[in-house]
C-alpha cells in the first residue's frame, strides 16, 4: 500500500481521498478550510499540518484544487520538500497552460508528474466512478493508474503533458454547446405545440441523439433521473460549466482555433450566471432560452 498527500479536500476532494483510504493507502490530507479537514478525518484521512508535512513521506502526491494559479503556487511549494521519486497527480481543471507549467515545475525537481482531470461530479467522487483523463509520460501515467482506480469508473491516457487538461476542456465544450442546443429544441417544440415526450421519441432516436438528450435532458419527464426533474438542482453547477467554456476560449485563442460555437455557450452561461444561476444545473440554460428570469 502507498503513502498518498491529498491537497484540496473540498466537494470533490474529500470523497476522493475518502476512496483512497477505503483502497488501503495511508492518505496525509491538508486545506486551508478547518471544516474540511474534519470531514477527512471522519473519512480515515491523517491530517498534516501544512501542505508540506503532507508531502514530506509521501510517494505520491495528489492536488484536487480550485484553478491553474492555486495549482502552481501549491507546486511551487511542495515539489522542493517532495521525496525523492514521489509522483504528482493534479486531478483539478486547469487551463492547459497551467497545466504544463505544473509539469515543469515537478520535472525541475526530477520528479514524475500526470494531470488527471476528472468528469463525473460529487456522485462520481462518492462513488468511485470518475472518468480521469491523463497526460503525461508513459512513465509517469503507469505509475499513476493503479493510484487512480479506486476512485475511477475509466482511466484514459490522453497523451503527453497537458492532454488530460485539453480532452477535458474539449468534452465540457461539446457538452456546453450541446446543451444549448437540446435545450433550444424544446423550446421551438413548445412553442410549435410539439410535446416534450414526442419530441424525445423522435430525437432520441434519431440524428439529434446526444447524452444532453438522453441522459441529462433538460425537461422534466423523459429521463426521470435528469436534474430538470427537481428543480434544477446540481448536478454540474451552471458556475462550473462557465469556469470550463472560459478555459475552452483561452486554450482556442492561444492555440488559433475557430470556436464559433463555444464562444456563444459561453456568453450564454456568462449571462445565466451574471441573472444570479451559477447555482443552479447548467441544464437549466433552457428557462433562460424561454426568457424566464
Ligand atoms: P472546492 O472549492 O470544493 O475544493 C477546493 C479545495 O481546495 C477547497 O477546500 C480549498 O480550501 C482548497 N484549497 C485552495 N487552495 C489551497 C491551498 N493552497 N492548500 C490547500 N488547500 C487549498 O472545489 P471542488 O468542487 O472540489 O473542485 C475541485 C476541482 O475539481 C476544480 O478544479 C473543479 O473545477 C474540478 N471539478 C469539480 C467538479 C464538481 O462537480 N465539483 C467536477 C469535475 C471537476
Given at each position: 500500500?502507498?503513502?498518498i498527500?491529498?491537497i484540496?479536500?473540498?466537494?470533490m476532494?474529500?470523497p476522493?481521498?475518502?476512496n483512497?483510504?477505503?483502497?488501503?493507502?495511508?492518505?496525509?490530507?491538508f486545506?486551508l478550510?478547518?471544516e474540511?479537514?474534519e470531514?477527512?478525518?471522519a473519512?480515515?484521512?491523517?491530517?498534516?499540518?501544512?501542505?508540506?508535512a503532507?508531502?514530506?513521506?509521501?510517494?505520491?502526491?495528489v492536488?484536487?484544487?480550485?484553478?491553474?494559479k492555486h495549482v502552481?503556487?501549491?507546486y511551487?511549494?511542495?515539489?522542493?520538500?517532495a521525496?525523492?521519486g514521489?509522483?504528482?497527480?493534479?486531478?483539478?481543471t486547469?487551463?492547459?497552460?497551467?497545466?504544463?507549467?505544473?509539469?515543469?515545475?515537478?520535472?525541475?525537481?526530477?520528479?514524475?508528474?500526470?494531470?488527471?482531470?476528472?468528469?463525473?461530479?460529487?456522485g462520481?467522487?462518492?462513488a468511485?466512478?470518475?472518468?480521469?483523463?491523463?497526460?503525461?509520460?508513459?512513465?509517469?501515467?503507469?505509475?499513476?493508474?493503479?493510484?487512480?482506480?479506486p476512485?475511477?469508473g475509466?482511466?484514459?491516457h490522453c497523451?503527453?503533458?497537458?492532454?488530460?487538461?485539453a480532452?477535458?476542456i474539449?468534452n465540457?465544450?461539446?457538452l456546453?454547446?450541446?446543451?444549448i442546443?437540446?435545450g433550444e429544441a424544446?423550446?421551438?417544440?413548445?412553442?410549435?405545440g410539439?410535446?416534450?415526450?414526442?419530441?424525445?421519441?423522435?430525437?432520441?432516436?434519431?440524428?439529434?441523439?446526444?447524452?444532453?438528450?438522453?441522459t441529462y435532458?433538460?425537461?422534466p419527464?423523459?429521463?426521470?433521473?435528469?436534474?430538470?426533474?427537481?428543480?434544477?438542482?446540481?448536478?454540474?453547477?451552471?458556475a462550473?460549466?462557465l469556469?470550463?467554456?472560459k478555459?475552452?476560449?483561452?486554450?482556442?485563442?492561444?492555440?488559433g482555433?475557430a470556436?464559433?460555437?463555444?464562444?456563444?455557450?459561453?456568453?450564454?452561461?456568462?449571462?445565466?450566471?451574471?441573472a444570479?444561476?451559477g447555482?443552479?444545473?447548467?441544464?437549466?440554460i433552457?428557462?433562460?432560452?424561454r426568457?424566464?428570469?
Open positions: 500500500m502507498t503513502t498527500a491529498f484540496g479536500l473540498g466537494n476532494g474529500n476522493m481521498a475518502a483512497l483510504v477505503k483502497a488501503g493507502h495511508t492518505v496525509l490530507g486545506d478550510v478547518p474540511n479537514l470531514i477527512a478525518r473519512n480515515g484521512v491523517t491530517i498534516a499540518a501544512d501542505s508540506g503532507a508531502v514530506k513521506d509521501a510517494e505520491v502526491i492536488t484536487m484544487l480550485p484553478a491553474g502552481i503556487s501549491v511551487e511549494e511542495i515539489a522542493p520538500k521525496a525523492k514521489a509522483l504528482f497527480i493534479d486531478s483539478s486547469i487551463d492547459v497552460e497551467s497545466a504544463r507549467k505544473a509539469h515543469a515545475i515537478a520535472a525541475s525537481h526530477n520528479l514524475l508528474s500526470v494531470d488527471a482531470p476528472v468528469s463525473g461530479g460529487t462520481g467522487a462518492a468511485g466512478t470518475l472518468t480521469f483523463m491523463a497526460g503525461g509520460s508513459k512513465e509517469a501515467f503507469t505509475k499513476a493508474e493503479p493510484i487512480l482506480q476512485m475511477a475509466r482511466i484514459v497523451g503527453d503533458a497537458g492532454a488530460g487538461q480532452a477535458k474539449c465540457n465544450m461539446i456546453g454547446i450541446s446543451m442546443g437540446v424544446f423550446v421551438l417544440a413548445e412553442k410549435l410539439l410535446s416534450h415526450q414526442a419530441l424525445y421519441d423522435v430525437a432520441s432516436t434519431s440524428s439529434g441523439q446526444c447524452w444532453s438528450l438522453t435532458c433538460p425537461v419527464g423523459p429521463v426521470p433521473a435528469s436534474p430538470a426533474n427537481r428543480d434544477y438542482k446540481p448536478g454540474f453547477a451552471a462550473l460549466m469556469k470550463d467554456l478555459l475552452s476560449q483561452e486554450a482556442a485563442q492561444a492555440a482555433a470556436t464559433p460555437l463555444g464562444a456563444e455557450a459561453t456568453q450564454l452561461y456568462a449571462l445565466f450566471n451574471a444570479g444561476h447555482g443552479t444545473d447548467f441544464s437549466g433552457i428557462r433562460f432560452l426568457g424566464e428570469q
